[in-house]
Nanobody, 126 residues
């Protein structure tokens, strides 16, 4: 599967963006997806993930209540809705996918995801 992340841009603090991760291929329903981000000079971190069945885990306390992950299997797309953005959310955001046998759960480690999108830059100005 190939992933295409889009939707990044420049936004003022308090604003919103919706990132999309569009997958190629005949079906995306058997893939779990993770959203990661990497700020300049920092390590890549897991923002959150969604399983095949739609179970969602937000791994960063700082995004809970502000970010929402969803998926539309018919469109083969996973979304990251980001509200109340802060300057510290500035990063390149990546989506990653893994085909999973189980319908619940999604991997947490970057090394567990074999497929990655190219990244989309989110810049939040103060």
């Amino acid at each position: 599967v190939q992933l295409q992340a889009s939707g990044g841009g420049l936004v003022q603090a308090g604003g919103s963006l919706r990132l999309s991760c569009a997958a190629s291929g005949p079906s995306y329903s058997r893939y779990a997806t993770g959203w990661f981000r990497q700020a300049p000079g920092k390590e890549r971190e897991l923002v959150g993930r969604i399983s095949r069945s739609g179970d969602i885990t937000y791994d960063l306390d700082s995004v809970k209540g502000r970010f929402t992950i969803s998926r539309d299997n018919a469109k083969k797309t996973v979304y990251l809705q980001m509200n109340s953005l802060k300057p510290e959310d500035t990063a390149v955001y990546y989506c990653a996918a893994k085909s999973t046998i189980l319908s619940v759960g999604a991997p947490s480690a970057p090394s567990e995801y074999p497929y990655w999108g190219q990244g989309t830059l989110v810049t939040v100005s103060s």
